[in-house]
Each structure stands twice: as structure tokens, then as C-alpha cells.
């Protein structure tokens, strides 16, 4: 069964989709747009706190497929999204050793989907997000992730440190995958309640984010090129938590 991403248009679409409850993914809104509908639609997604993305007129005509627009697209996602406080708490409940996997404004649905679809496969309790600047739940994503997207909660946050702040008070350590450390990845005891974070795919994470986790882990880079797809190594991380919990 293919999973489609609902494509809605037109700013009175948008704002009666976001009234009735919608799980709006992503709006997409036309450059420079003005108008008194503009601004009340732009005003609901703030209050809303909705990822939106400034865009060309050309790229609504293809979302649109050449549709009567008014400047805005959203995408409703397939995919109900969590709240992260409840989640942890079940996690808790459920005696389970927490694992999550933060995603520091990673951007691209294809890295995102792979990402998604190994951390079912390990195990991982839920996967946070920053509401702007991050790549969108869509039918691209579903597809990559092989359904796994309906299968793994996800939480969106107004910004990547404010998941920190919950994890690091519930006694989850955090532990930040990046080259910007001496420390290996096989120094850090997995075995404990975790939340690995993973940067975007241009920057890494973000100095402001590194500065706040309790671990910083590098993976051993034996070749010439100074690094991995970021799915990749998400995938070499929470494999040695596996690892490390099997034993």
C-alpha cells in the first residue's frame, strides 16, 4: 500500500485545514507575498508553530501541479506526530532503557527516510525534530523509510535544545556525533538511557548544541574522505548500541 502525502493549496484551504486539526508537515509560501489573507494565514502557522519554507513561484506551480495556488502549499502528513514529555514517560513506564535520536536540522527526506527505517530495525523509542529547517515528513520520506515512518513515534520541538533540556531531566545522557572530539565512539557506555544526536548534512551539529550534551563521539575515518553520509552514520551509532545492549 503506497502512502501518498496529501497536497492541499490555496491560502482559505490552508487556513480551514489547520483549524479543523490537520497534521500540516510542511507550508510552503510564495516569496514576497503580501495581503490581509497572507498575513492571517502567516499569523495561524506562527501561533501554529509550523515549518514553513519561503519558496519561488515556480516551485508552488509544481507542487500544484499548476493549480490556482494564491502563493501557499502546505503538505498534510500521513504521519500523527508525538509529544515528547508523554513519550519519554512511556518509554519509562514501559521499563524499556531509553534510546531517542535528535536530528539537528537534517534536510534532506532521503537521509531522513534511511534514517527512520534503521532506527525500527534498532530499537530507538522516538525520533526528534526542530519544527523549521528540517526536512519534511513526506511520501518521499514514507517511501525511503519502507513504512518505518508509521512505526516510530516522532516528536517535533521548537528547537533542538529544548528536547535537551527534557532528556537531560529525565536522566537520559546525550551524546552528539561529531569529528569536533578525540573521543571515539567505542569510549561512550551505550548501555545506559541515550539520546544520540545527529547534525544536518552540510553543517554537522550545532556549536550551540554541542555545547550543551553530555558526550561528544567520533567515528574512526581509516580512508581519504573526512566523512560519512549522515545515515550512514547514524547507522554505525545506534548499531553500537545494540551491540553494546546484546551483551
Excluded: W
Excluded at 510552503?28 to 519561488?56: A, C, R
Excluded at 509544481?62 to 512511556?90: C, M, T, W
Excluded at 527512520?116 to 511520501?139: D, H, L, W
Excluded at 544520540?196 to 563521539?217: C, F, Q, T, W
Amino acid at each position: 500500500m503506497e502512502n501518498k502525502t496529501t497536497v492541499i493549496f490555496g491560502i482559505r484551504a490552508i487556513i480551514e485545514a489547520i483549524n479543523s486539526g490537520s497534521t500540516i508537515s510542511k507550508v510552503y509560501l510564495q516569496k514576497e507575498l503580501k495581503g490581509n489573507l497572507f498575513s492571517d494565514l502567516n499569523k495561524l502557522i506562527k501561533q501554529e508553530g509550523l515549518t514553513t519554507s519561503m519558496v519561488p513561484i515556480e516551485k508552488l506551480d509544481r507542487l500544484s501541479k499548476q493549480g490556482n495556488h494564491q502563493g501557499a502549499v502546505a503538505q498534510i502528513s500521513p504521519v500523527e506526530f508525538y509529544d515528547l514529555d508523554e513519550l519519554i514517560q512511556e518509554t519509562i513506564e514501559n521499563k524499556k532503557v531509553p534510546l531517542f535520536l535528535l536530528l539537528d536540522q537534517l534536510s534532506d527526506v532521503r537521509n531522513f527516510g534511511a534514517i527512520i527505517r534503521t532506527a525500527e530495525c534498532t530499537g530507538v523509542n522516538g525520533i526528534i525534530v526542530q519544527k523549521n529547517g528540517s526536512a519534511p515528513v513526506n511520501a518521499e520520506t514514507i517511501k525511503t523509510s519502507a513504512g518505518a515512518a508509521f512505526k516510530v513515534p516522532i516528536c517535533k520541538v521548537d528547537h533542538i535544545k529544548d528536547a535537551l533540556y527534557i532528556l537531560q531531566a529525565s536522566d537520559i545522557k546525550t551524546v552528539a556525533a561529531t569529528e569536533k572530539t578525540e573521543d571515539s565512539i567505542f569510549d561512550i557506555d551505550f548501555n545506559q538511557p541515550i539520546a544520540i544526536i545527529m547534525g544536518s548534512e552540510h553543517r554537522g551539529v550545532n556549536p550551540s548544541v554541542l555545547k550543551m550534551v553530555d558526550y561528544k563521539a567520533k567515528l574512526p575515518l581509516l580512508g581519504e574522505i573526512e566523512s560519512l553520509n549522515v545515515s550512514v552514520a547514524c547507522g554505525a551509532f545506534l548499531y553500537e548500541t545494540v551491540r553494546q545492549r546484546m551483551h
